[in-house]
């Protein structure tokens, strides 16, 4: 998939190893409902690397997604001040898989503005690799602004 050129240039060694993270995990998804077999790579300013894939339940709205799964791992493998730096999302059947809203609500909680997230696209037909920065993809995220 080419590179839009007009994306936010990352190191391409370590974006194109975290999206091939998101691929290989991708393959252990369990969606029996949907056939829909998404990855989530997750870098985070650690310098660690977490995975994770979605997981449907008979119950659909139960259902994990993959950028969650990888999240809710994140947090239990190296604890609730990690931050995010670089998203990848994949999925296996060869369409675009752009982080849906729930999970990008999700991810600002850890993810400050300029973190990259990596997603295909599909245009004209073609995949495409995508990176945007976060803030672009969720402008106006949900804060909690309680008085005093
Ligand atoms: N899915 C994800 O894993 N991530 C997203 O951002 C959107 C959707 C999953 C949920 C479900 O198992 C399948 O893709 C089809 O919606």
Do not use: W
Not at 50 to 66: F, I, K, P, Q, R
């Amino acid at each position: 998939m080419p590179d839009r050129s007009d994306s936010p240039q990352p190191d391409a060694e370590k974006s194109s190893q975290l999206v091939a993270a998101a691929v290989a995990v991708a393959a252990r998804a369990y969606a029996p409902y949907s056939g829909f077999r998404v990855g989530a790579a997750l870098l985070l300013a650690s310098g660690d690397l977490v995975t994770g894939a979605n997981v449907e339940n008979v119950s659909y709205g139960l259902t994990l997604c993959a950028e969650r799964a990888a999240l809710v791992r994140a947090v239990a493998e190296f604890g609730p001040k990690i931050r995010i730096r670089a998203v990848a999302v994949a999925n296996l059947n060869q369409a675009a898989s752009p982080p849906c809203g729930a999970c990008r609500q999700v991810l600002a909680e850890f993810c400050s503005p300029d973190a990259l997230i990596h997603f295909p696209t599909l245009e004209n037909g073609a995949l495409v690799q995508q990176t945007r920065r976060f803030g672009e993809l969720l402008p106006f995220a949900f804060d909690l602004q309680i008085k005093p």
